[in-house]
T-cell receptor, first 114, second 113 residues
């Protein structure tokens, strides 16, 4: 079956702009989580959506937001981009996100802010 | 709070050498523990997991035991191969699920023939 698909794979944006990243989970998976990966901070949890509702949230400013559609596809949006937002953004899907369910990761979207 | 401290890398080993990557954690409650692997150009893949104290997770010759008394989950493999070269991440989930993971900084392993 198809894996987790993230689009686009690469993005270059200018400071102050906004960006939207997309994640299509594995068919049947209802939980989608987003992570930011940087050399300095490592992998950090952004938020998780389940059945179109944000269920968990990490410690990121309000410029980072997300949503989930009825088909479980998810988008994350970053407004007023800063240089420090340059990172690999990873999406993970799981059946329910609860105990004994495995997270499957996409290949990520590499965002460069110039 | 929740956090994972992972052995700094990079680690370079010869083929068939013994591997240990140390991981310790701080958590409230009873977390589940995971090891993920990231091969070049790919996303993270679950390598193994343990959901309660004294559980041993194992996969592809890798093992890790959930030690509550030492808050550790060290990754071991008896004989590494060149194909094991990758970045390894230790992670914990406070809820036990896969939806809110706290990761260590990752350890890059290079295995030379």
């Amino acid at each position: 079956k198809a894996g987790v698909t993230q689009t686009p794979r690469y993005l270059i944006k200018t400071r102050g702009q906004q960006v939207t990243l997309s994640c299509s989970p594995i068919s049947g998976h209802r939980s989608v989580s987003w992570y930011q990966q940087t050399p300095g901070q490592g992998l950090q949890f952004l938020f998780e959506y389940f059945s179109e509702t944000q269920r968990n949230k990490g410690n990121f400013p309000g410029r980072f937001s997300g949503r989930q559609f009825s088909n479980s596809r998810s988008e994350m949006n970053v407004s007023t981009l800063e240089l420090g937002d340059s990172a690999l953004y990873l999406c993970a899907s799981s059946l329910t996100g609860t105990a004994n369910t495995e997270a499957f990761f996409g290949q990520g979207t590499r965002l460069t802010v110039v | 709070g929740n956090s994972v401290t992972q052995m700094e890398g990079p680690v370079t080993l010869s083929e068939e050498a013994f591997l240990t990557i140390n991981c310790t954690y701080t958590a409230t409650g009873y977390p589940s523990l995971f090891w993920y692997v990231q091969y070049p150009g790919e996303g993270l893949q679950l390598l193994l997991k343990a959901t309660k104290a004294d559980d041993k997770g194992s996969n592809k010759g890798f093992e890790a035991t959930y030690r509550k008394e030492t808050t550790s989950f060290h990754l071991e493999k008896g004989s590494v191969q060149v194909s094991d070269s990758a970045v390894y991440f230790c992670a914990l989930s406070p809820s036990g699920g896969a939806n809110n993971l706290f990761f260590g900084t990752g350890t890059r392993l290079t295995v030379i023939p």
